[in-house]
């Protein structure tokens, strides 16, 4: 049996950019997954869906700018690439970026479908990860099986085509004219589905509720970007694990809000309507609340809504509800068998900056973890935002020298621990704009 350097269960993006980036090193490597072929959430390809993060935060660009792999070299084969930049290409459709997942995909040789992971044993050499089909030999493995949609207690019980999560809003029927409408969730997928829904004149009432007291926006400036850079990654690594935990909710909104432009848009809808006196559709925004209770009513579904101030019960009767109530790590007992034996800080497994998993007794190989170390990398660490640099320090890691670049930028902030007393030091900043964070 032929023995891989490195072998990634699942390909999604973060295991996607790892095999692309992996071609040219010399590593013999192999991904798995047990889809049919790459898919990007393509239930929420909505019309309106704008990708959240710069195209240039590709699979590649950040770790080998000159990667064949690269956005700009799929707008260029694609002959768009004059067409994006004239249309203000600082942004792109997740339409769009997830074709470009798919192109990167179709070339890549080292990628496996239609093998399901079913469990991974230690062995003389490394591991053996057993399929449905057969089973494979590597030196190291790292697990990529990312996100399953997260479902309130209540609604579980009854999914399907009325209750659904909106990972699957573009697989169900179209909502029907009259059809009264709950949207639970306050961030960038239920905004968007909410902004769809606006479009369609025909439907009923629409009820839009969120546990959060506001629908806050992005926070998306210049100086917030820099969370999403090698040198805070870093710096972010050295702190204790109680200031990464607060640091983790303190920039929660870097990542998980409404961009700003669909705020305003939502808004200016909303005014409109107002302005005309329009009566066509009924539309309440509830902050603070939650879905508490979900029981069928005949054909229609009555849905118990609770105020987190104050706890009053509200009840609503809907034709359907959709749920943007977000995601989780995908639950594998194979996962679970190999961190028993991690080293552990606040009860989370510890990984390094390498992303490698720290085990308190020696194993046969590396184990590396995409997007399941946010406590311990911060926000960045499930963000699309670095997937590239994520994906460069594990193959420095597993070939034991530095091939890709580790800090491509110097950062703008600077921190008092760095800071010497010297005058020099005081009158010659490194930038024109030097920022000095506590």
């Given at each position: 049996m032929k023995t891989y350097d490195l072998i990634g269960i699942g390909i999604g993006p973060f295991n996607l950019s790892l095999a692309a980036l992996a071609e040219p090193t010399g590593l013999q490597t192999l991904f798995l997954d047990k889809r049919d072929t790459f898919a990007w959430h393509p239930g929420m390809l909505l019309s309106n869906g704008q990708l959240q993060v710069s195209p240039l935060k590709d699979c590649v660009t950040l770790a080998s700018p000159t990667s064949r792999y690269s956005f700009l070299n799929y707008l260029a084969e694609h002959r768009r690439?004059?067409?994006?930049?004239?249309?203000?290409?600082?942004?792109?459709?997740?339409?769009?970026?997830?074709?470009?997942?798919?192109?990167?995909?179709?070339?890549?040789?080292?990628?496996?479908?239609?093998?399901?992971?079913?469990?991974?044993?230690?062995s003389a050499e490394g591991y053996t990860i057993i399929t449905a089909e057969q089973s494979y030999q590597a030196r190291a493995v790292v697990i990529g099986v990312g996100i399953t949609p997260r479902v309130p207690e209540c609604a579980r019980p009854w999914l399907g085509n009325a209750i659904y999560h909106v990972a699957d809003f573009l697989?169900?029927?179209?909502?029907?004219?009259?059809?009264?409408?709950?949207?639970?969730?306050?961030?960038?997928?239920?905004?968007?589905?909410?902004?769809?829904?606006?479009?369609?004149p025909s439907m009923g009432a629409l009820t839009w509720v969120t546990s959060r007291s506001n629908l806050f926006a992005m926070d998306d400036n210049a100086f917030v970007n820099e969370a999403f850079c090698p040198a805070y990654n870093q710096r972010f690594q050295t702190l204790p694990m109680a200031q990464r935990s607060h640091a983790v909710q303190q920039e929660r909104l870097t990542s998980d809000g409404i961009s700003a432009d669909l705020c305003n848009r939502l808004y200016e809808q909303l005014y409109e309507r107002h302005v005309g006196h329009e009566q066509r559709q009924a539309i309440d925004i509830l902050q603070s609340a939650v879905l508490d209770g979900l029981e069928p009513e005949g054909r229609r579904w009555r849905a118990r809504l609770r105020s987190l101030s104050s706890g009053r019960q509200r009840t609503v009767v809907v034709d359907r509800v959709i749920l943007?109530?977000?995601?989780?790590?995908?639950?594998?007992?194979?996962?679970?068998?190999?961190?028993?034996?991690?080293?552990?800080?606040?009860?989370?497994?510890?990984?390094?900056?390498?992303?490698?998993?720290?085990?308190?007794?020696?194993?046969?190989?590396?184990?590396?973890?995409?997007?399941?170390s946010i406590v311990q990398h911060g926000l960045q660490s499930v963000n699309l935002s670095m997937v590239a640099y994520r994906n460069s320090r594990i193959l420095n890691d597993l070939l034991g020298y530095e091939y890709f670049q580790a800090e491509p930028d110097t950062p703008m902030f600077s921190h008092i621990d760095a800071l010497t007393d010297t005058p020099a030091r005081q009158m010659e900043p490194r930038h024109a704009l030097s920022l000095v964070q506590f």
């Open positions: 690439l004059y067409s994006f930049i004239n249309k203000g290409g600082a942004s792109t459709s997740r339409k769009e970026f997830a074709d470009y997942y798919g192109w990167v995909a179709r070339q890549l040789s080292n990628l496996r479908f239609a093998q399901e992971v079913l469990d991974v044993v230690e697989h169900r029927e179209a909502i029907q004219p009259g059809e009264q409408v709950l949207v639970v969730g306050g961030g960038q997928s239920g905004a968007e589905a909410v902004e769809q829904l606006l479009g369609n943007a109530t977000g995601f989780q790590p995908c639950p594998q007992p194979y996962v679970d068998t190999l961190l028993a034996n991690a080293q552990r800080d606040g009860g989370q497994p510890l990984i390094d900056g390498s992303y490698r998993v720290q085990f308190a007794t020696p194993m046969p190989g590396p184990v590396y973890l995409q997007n399941r």
